[in-house]
C-alpha cells in the first residue's frame, strides 16, 4: 500500500504541474509503452482444490500485488473516439487465508489457519474505445481476454493457538503444498475493463506524450474448472506514447501597414485564480438493527457462551447427470492422511462443510467400529438417458466402496452393494430438482454410530450488534476520484475497500462471523477512511469502536450470570410431510434429555423453494409444532416459528435442499452459580 500511494502522489503532481499543456482537439495514431502497477482482489467460494487433501471451511477472498506491462497502439475514428489495442504481461498473485476457530483435545478451544497462495501470469489482449472529455483527460472502456501461462499455488493449514498444539505426528502444520501447478487451471480469461488516463505532452511539437493511468479489470471467467474463484485488479500506471503524425501551425506575419494608427493600450486585466475546493469528509460507526434501523455505536459487546452443536449426517451421495464419478465437491483423502483426520475438527455451523465430509466421517466410524457393516444402495434419476440404467446405478455405489476400501481400508465383506432404479423414497423424476435428488447412492447401516449425528461441544460467540455499519458523507464542489476504507484491529487489517470516484455512503462488516477474532485481542476496532478529490487534496477521517468481551471463564470466575446454548437439526423430512421419522426420533431423545424447566426453546421449522409459497410456510410451521409436540412441550409457551422457501442453504444442490428440509431446535439453559 505504500508503494501505491507513492504512485497515485506521483500521478497527482504530475497532472497539477502539466495541467496546462494538453493534446490537440484532433486525435491521431500513436504508439507506445505502459506500466501498471496492480492490486489484486481474489473472490472465492470454495474449499478444496480438484483431488487435493483441506480441510479448510471455504475460501473467500484473498489479496496480492501485480501487475500489467505491454504496447499501445492508438488508431483515431471519428472526432474525440479512438480505438486502443494493449497487448502485455499481466500478474494476478494473490493469497487466501481462513481462520477457523473449532474445539480441539481437552475441549480447549483452537484456532486453524488454512492458506493458498497462487502465482498467476497470464498474455492478455485488450482492444478498448477511448473518449477524449477534454483536453487530453480521456475515459476508456472495453473487454480482455487472456492466456494463463503460470498457475503455480502453495497451501498450508497451520496451528494458530493453543501455541503448542499439534495434530497428530507432531507436526503444527497439515496438508502442505509447495509450488505445484494447480489442478484443473482454467487457461482462458475474459472480462471487462474501464478507467482514464491523462495525456501530458513532453515537448513543444507535441509528439512525445507521457500518460498517468488508472483502470480496474474485472474477469468473469473463474481460475479453476468447476470451482468460483475469480480475480480483479486495480492498476495505476505510466504510458509513454509516441504520435508521428502531429499537424503543426506555422505561423503567418501579418500584414505591414504604411502608417498603422496609434493604438491605444488595452487596460490590464487581472485574472484571479479560482480557489481550489475544498472537501469535507465524516465517518461514523453505526449498530444495524434486524429491522434494518442503524443507530451510533462506540462499543461491540461479545459474549461466549458453553455450547454443544449436534449436527445430522444425511446419508446420501449424490452424482452428477450420467456419472458415476465422485463429485469433486466432497472431500477425498490420500490414504497416507486418513490417521490425522478428526471428525471433532469438521463440525461447523454450515451443515455442507460437515456433509462434504461425509465419506470420512462413515470410513473414520468403520475403522473404529470393525463389526459394523455399510449397505450401498446405488440409484438413477428414473428418467431421460438414465431410466432404467441400473448398470450406472451399480457403477455409483461401487465408486462410493472404492473409495471406503482403497483409503480407509475398509474390508469389502462389511461393504454391500444394492442395485435399484429410482431410490424406495424417490423425489418427482419429471422435475429437474426431482432428477437431481434421485441420482444418489444410499448409505445404510444397522449400527446406530456410524450414521449418528456429529457432536461436539465448543464456545459459542455472540456480537451486539451482529454486523457494524460505516457511514461516510464526502462533500465538496468538485467530485472524488478515488478513496479508501481500511478497518484495523491492532494494525491489522480486518476489512479494506477500495474505489474510484465518489465513495458510497455505507459500508457493512459482519461481526458475527470474526467475534472469535475480535474476542482474542480485545483491542478497539479502528476505520479509517481517505478520500483524494480533483485537485490531488487528500482528506481523512477515523471512527474507533472499543470492545467489551466477557467470557465464560470470566463469567464463571466471577460468578456471573450465564447459559448454556446446545443447537440441534432434524432433517430427512418427507417431502410435503411434518411427520417425525425414526431417525428425527432419536436425535429428539438427546434434545428432550436436554431441556429442564428453566431452558428456553426456540424451534424453527423450515421448508426449500419446491411448491406454493404459501403451502411451504404452512408447512414449516407444522413441522416446527410436530417436534414440540415430541418433545412433550406447548407450542403455546415457547418460540415455535416457521420460514417457508427457505435458501439457508444452496437450493441448485440437492443436498443444499435437503438440508433446508429441517427443523433447528435452540435450548438456552441459565447455568447455575
Known sequence: MHLLRVIISIVLLAFAIAHPVQLQSQNRTAYGLFFDYGLNYHTADFRAFPGVPSCCPSYSDGSGTGFFAGG????????????????????????????????????????????????????????????????????????TVGYLFTTQYSQKEMIVDPPNGT?????RSRNEVDDEAIPQASHLMAGVVGGVSYDLAMNSSKTVFISPELYYNLNFTNMVEGLEWKVNQLRIGIAVKWSPSAETIAPTKAPVAAEAPEVPEAPVVVVKEKPKSVMTLSLNATALSEGGMETSLSNLQIEEFSSTLMTPLLNYVFFDEMSSELPIRYNQLAKSQIDAFAEG????????????????????????????????????????????????????????????????????????????????????AHTADGAQENRRVELISTDVRILSPLTTNST????????????CHALGE????????RVLQEDSLVRQWIGIGQPPQDFYLNADSLSARFARSGKPIVAHMSVVDVDGERVSASDTVTLSVKTARQKRAEDLEDKEINRYSLILFGVRSASIEEQNKAILKVVKSGIKSESTVLITGYTDRLGDTEDNQRLAEERARATAKALGLDPQHIGVTGLGNATTFNPELPEGRLYTRTVDVIVSTPVAK
Open 345 to 428: 475438527d469438521c463440525n461447523n455451523e454450515d451443515r455442507l462443510i460437515v456433509y462434504y465430509q461425509l465419506l470420512n466421517i462413515v470410513g473414520s466410524r468403520m475403522r473404529v467400529n470393525s463389526g459394523a457393516t455399510l449397505k450401498l444402495v446405488g440409484c438413477n434419476a428414473g428418467s431421460a438417458d438414465e431410466q432404467g440404467d441400473t448398470a450406472l446405478s451399480r457403477k455409483r455405489a461401487e465408486s462410493v466402496k472404492n473409495y471406503l476400501s482403497s483409503v480407509w481400508g475398509i474390508e469389502a465383506r462389511r461393504l454391500s452393494v444394492e442395485i435399484r432404479n429410482t431410490p424406495e423414497k424417490a423425489a418427482n
Open 460 to 471: 459459542l460467540r455472540t456480537t451486539t450488534p451482529a454486523v457494524i455499519g460505516f457511514r
Open 167 to 171: 495434530f497428530p505426528g507432531g507436526s
Open 72 to 143: 499501445i497502439v492508438v488508431l483515431p475514428l471519428v472526432g474525440d473516439l479512438s480505438l486502443s489495442l494493449r497487448p502485455g504481461v499481466a500478474g494476478y498473485n494473490g493469497k487466501m487465508t481462513r481462520t477457523e476457530s473449532t474445539v480441539v483435545s481437552g475441549g480447549a478451544t483452537g484456532v486453524f489457519e488454512h492458506t493458498v497462495d497462487a502465482s498467476l501470469m497470464s498474455l492478455n489482449l485488450e482492444p478498448l474505445l477511448s473518449y477524449r472529455l477534454f483536453g487530453g483527460f480521456a475515459v476508456h472502456v472495453g473487454g
Open 478 to 485: 468538485g467530485p472524488a476520484v478515488s478513496w479508501e476504507l
